[in-house]
């Protein structure tokens, strides 16, 4: 039915080739010639196809306000929104996956032919069948009988999960040579789901337990790649829990390959990986510590200590290692006020034993995911959200350019989270005002 398979990622190129779904897909149907549709390319990227032209279209939603960047592709290729108003047979099937689809996929039945609930490796060989069949009835007949398909005649669906070892996601030679927001290093996903299972993260419970790809197979890739030293960069939610981790720092290390991190739990940062990461080139170690307040990192699982904090930080000053600290601000039953206040107590306590040495605080709204045990949290009033920025600026000043601060967008954020949770229609109301409004 289609001679070469179309993704669709809707966000910039560059974003889409650091994105790993995408590397899967390309590595999966290499063989069909596959080819990438982004919201800065008007047709495919390597084989110029026009969307338009394409029996059916696959769509990765990685993020909520991805599914406002895709209904502006279509409306950019003259296709209507609404399924009901594309006349059958003219436009496209489209089909859509990512995590963003599996944690409300209910309201997407509006506007996509299906939804793929779950992981791709279970997907492949059904969607290889799709690519022989002669008519549009067949492919959709075949997809109303895959158990992880919800449709508008089959809203049932079960989320499937591959098994650990059995996948490996690494970097296509084809989409590599596009040059990605890692440095062009080569990607790996090194993990799926968590070991932590904090309150308001969707890894732990939206991708259940965690596993780790085939270690021989990992480690065959990462020594291939710091042979040829390409660099690397490392992705995954429990880095320091693979396994294999170390091995590959210090196989890395001793060839000269660098290295980049998604984060560092920070319980996980010791001397030996310090000197590891420093040696492979690392100048930033992320962290996620989420809150400064002891009491809200009890409440929403975050087990960490403020001596855990301190004793990470004393050991990334020691060995010249920047810290990018993320935060959540508007965790249920806080007041934002005190939030800040704590952040600024932490730092005053970091600045008393001489830690602070070119620190990033990154600050985001807490955006409630279904599926995790903060589903039915409120999320934060903007102008809470305001004065929370200003407290948090007003008290950083006095430290100077030894702290930077970065905060992130509130009306994204604000998507993000209805396009979490809005039923129906309301879907469809949310992604056509901010159409208009051009802001995503």
């Known amino acids: 039915m289609t001679e070469k398979p179309l993704l669709v990622y809707p966000d910039r190129t560059d974003i889409a080739v650091s994105n790993l779904a995408v590397h899967w897909f390309f590595n999966a149907f290499n063989e069909f010639e596959p080819d990438l549709l982004t919201s800065d390319s008007k047709v495919g990227i390597f084989h110029k196809r026009d969307i338009n032209k394409t029996p059916f279209v696959f769509v990765s939603l990685s993020y909520g306000p991805d599914i406002i960047k895709f209904a502006k592709i279509l409306r950019n290729s003259g296709i209507p929104l609404r399924k009901e108003d594309r006349e059958k047979g003219m436009f496209p099937l489209f089909i859509c996956g990512g995590i963003a689809a599996l944690l409300n996929p209910e309201p997407l039945t509006l506007i996509f032919d299906a939804v793929f609930l779950g992981e791709g490796e279970c997907m492949k060989d059904d969607i290889v069948k799709m690519f022989s069949m002669d008519t549009r009835e067949g492919v959709l007949d075949h997809i109303n009988a895959l158990e992880y398909a919800m449709t508008d005649v089959k809203p049932d669906a079960r989320q499937v999960i591959a098994e650990g070892g059995s996948f490996l996601v690494s970097s296509n030679e084809i989409l590599h040579k596009l040059g990605n927001c890692f440095g ?40 291939k790649t710091a042979e040829r030293k390409e660099g690397l960069a490392l992705m995954g939610t429990s880095l320091a829990d693979v396994s294999s981790f170390d091995e590959i720092l210090e196989t890395c290390a001793a060839s000269g390959c660098t290295v980049s991190l998604s984060s560092l739990k920070i319980t996980e940062i010791n001397e030996k990986r310090a000197l590891l990461l420093k040696k492979c080139g690392v100048r930033t170690v992320t962290v996620a510590v989420e809150s400064a307040d002891p009491d809200t990192r009890q409440k929403i699982l975050k087990n960490i200590t403020d001596t855990d904090i301190f004793n990470a930080m004393e050991i990334l000053k020691k060995h ?17 006020q005190k939030e800040a206040e704590s952040v600024i107590e932490l730092l005053k306590e970091l600045d008393k034993r001489n830690l602070l040495h070119d620190v990033t605080i990154s600050v985001a709204p807490l955006s409630p995911k279904p599926l995790t045990p903060l589903q039915d949290a409120k999320f934060m009033d903007k102008k809470q959200y305001k004065n929370y920025m200003v407290a948090l600026k007003k008290g950083c000043s006095v430290f100077g350019k030894r702290i930077k601060l970065d905060f992130f967008s509130y009306r994204e954020s604000e998507i993000d989270y209805k396009t979490g949770f809005l039923k129906g229609a309301d879907l469809i109301d949310l992604i056509n005002e901010n159409i208009e409004k051009g802001d995503v």
């Open 184 to 223: 062009n290093r080569k990607i790996v996903e090194m993990n799926r789901g968590c070991t932590s299972r904090c309150r308001f993260c969707a890894a732990s419970y939206a991708y259940r337990t965690f596993r780790e790809p085939d270690g021989k197979k990992l480690m065959d890739f990462v020594k």
């Open 320 to 336: 010249n290692l920047k810290a990018k600290i993320y935060l959540i601000a508007g965790f249920p039953e806080t007041d934002l």
